[in-house]
């Protein structure tokens, strides 16, 4: 189409060839079935409701179906003078005449075409990372079951704080996972608008059927508002934002297992499968796929930020910024976050911890030090802040006297000053095991978190199911309405 009644010639090559050929071929891939599944609905929509004749709509939906049964083969190659949507449209207009083809655009317009594919196109990715993230999730819980009686230093400001297990940090971990999973729920929502029908940007004096093509193409209602309809993509800047924020969960998490593979570290082992040579260096077992991990999780951040001012201080109406610009990284961002997480559950479900190095570093670290400070509070009748001082000096003697155990340097300590104080069982593993309240490492506060995460995981894996099932669904109940009214035309 060249020539567009007010518009007599093309684009100019240049332009074309930065505007439309060099993302031809991907359109033609990714968007244009979603574009052929719309154009079906609304067709079927159309002859519904009387407003093109059903064996017009018949032939066009005839011709519609071979183009996606041969997975648009007649268009590739060809010049897209005005993009590829108009590409498609001008093989429609030469094959079938412009009688029948040119009945596609009734009530409709690129506009809300854009907006619906664009949803519609979004649904495949959101579901594939929230498969993933709650695969990922799965597996932080069971290592956490697992691994619940594995002592570690827990660490703040890089030093060794207090005892914990190593399923405890997983349970953390999960637990984070599930307030981001919040977030991807929270931001998917106007994902059930249909934006079908609001036109160019004032919907249509035609008598068309919103509420049809809605439920036709997997959508809950129509939007209400035809403006919104057409100017919006904060549903993609919602989802961006939502996954820019489970990026850095995964980050902190690959930082953490990055520093505990090494060998200063010690704390976890992967295997060779999970593990990268050096080309001059043969000792090397480099953790390279969290290195991937933190790489990735940083393009996630930079891909949110990008579609953000894209849209910044545009006019609140359809505008190529905000429908093309912006959402350009979308799915890049979308499929690096998922294959982050992926490599994040392999490196989860490979690791080993070193349950003696672990515990090693907890006692070495003097992790019991606010336990003796509680137990002078609680049984010496001293106020925490003097229980506090104590225990520092304590710890200080015990450095100078090379390195001795916590237990030993407080008796002494305290038999001085006459201070008679229980010293059982303050090592790493059982303090560890008696840290029940504020939920601490104990079993059965790890068992309570297990449990609630594991709750909230079941309710959103249950969600996701009955989400994609509601989408197959309406993709059957398309090919029906298809076939009904190619039947209807056959016997009319």
Known sequence: MKDTGRIKHPPTDTARRIL????????????????????????VMLAERGVVRAAQACRLLKAIDEL??????????????????????????????????????????RNDLGATVFKIRMRRHYARLMREALRLQAVLLARARRNASVVMPAYTHGQVAM?????????AVAQALSRDLDGFDSAVQDIHSCPLGAGAIAGTTLPIDTDRTSRLLGFRQAVTNSIDAVASRDLALRILGACAVYSVTLSRLAADLFQWATAE???????????????????????????????????????FLSSLMAMHA??????????????????DTMRSAQEST?????????????????????????????????????????????????????VLSAIADGNRPLDDAARDYLAKRGIL????????????????????????????????????????????????????????????????????????
């Open 265 to 303: 570290f010690g704390f976890i082992n992967l295997p060779d499968q999970l593990c990268g040579s050096s080309s001059a260096m043969p000792q090397k077992r480099n953790p390279f796929l969290l290195e991937h991990v933190l790489g990735r999780t940083a393009s996630t951040a930079a891909g």
């Open 314 to 331: 545009t006019p609140f109406t359809n505008n190529i910024a905000v429908g093309t610009e912006a959402v350009r990284a979308f799915w």
């Open 342 to 394: 992926i490599l994040t559950r392999l490196v989860v479900s490979g690791a080993s911890p070193n349950s003696e190095a672990m515990r090693r570093r907890a006692e070495m670290g003097y992790s019991g030090a606010t336990e003796l400070a509680n137990r002078l509070v609680l049984r010496a009748g001293l106020d925490f802040r003097t229980a506090h001082r104590i225990v520092g000096e304590i």
């Open 421 to 492: 104080l229980d010293l059982d069982r303050m090592d790493a593993p059982s303090l560890a095991a008696a840290a029940c309240a504020g939920g601490g490492p104990a079993a059965e506060s790890l068992k309570r978190c297990i449990q609630a995460t594991h709750a909230k995981w079941t309710a959103q894996a249950r969600e996701l199911r009955r989400l994609t099932e509601w989408w197959a669904k309406c993709e059957a109940r398309l090919e029906r309405a298809v076939e009904e009214l190619q039947g209807m035309a056959e016997t009319g």
């Open 163 to 171: 005892p914990i297990t190593y399923g405890h940090y997983l349970a």
């Open 68 to 109: 996606r049964d041969s997975q648009f083969a007649p268009l590739l190659g060809r010049v897209p003078h005005r993009g590829v949507y108009l590409m498609y449209e001008d093989y429609l207009i030469e094959t079938l005449g412009i009688e029948t083809a040119g009945i596609l655009q009734t009530g409709r317009s």
């Open 20 to 43: 439309f050929e060099g993302t031809a071929a991907s359109q033609i891939e990714h968007d244009l079935p979603h574009v052929t599944t719309v154009d079906r609905a609304h067709v």
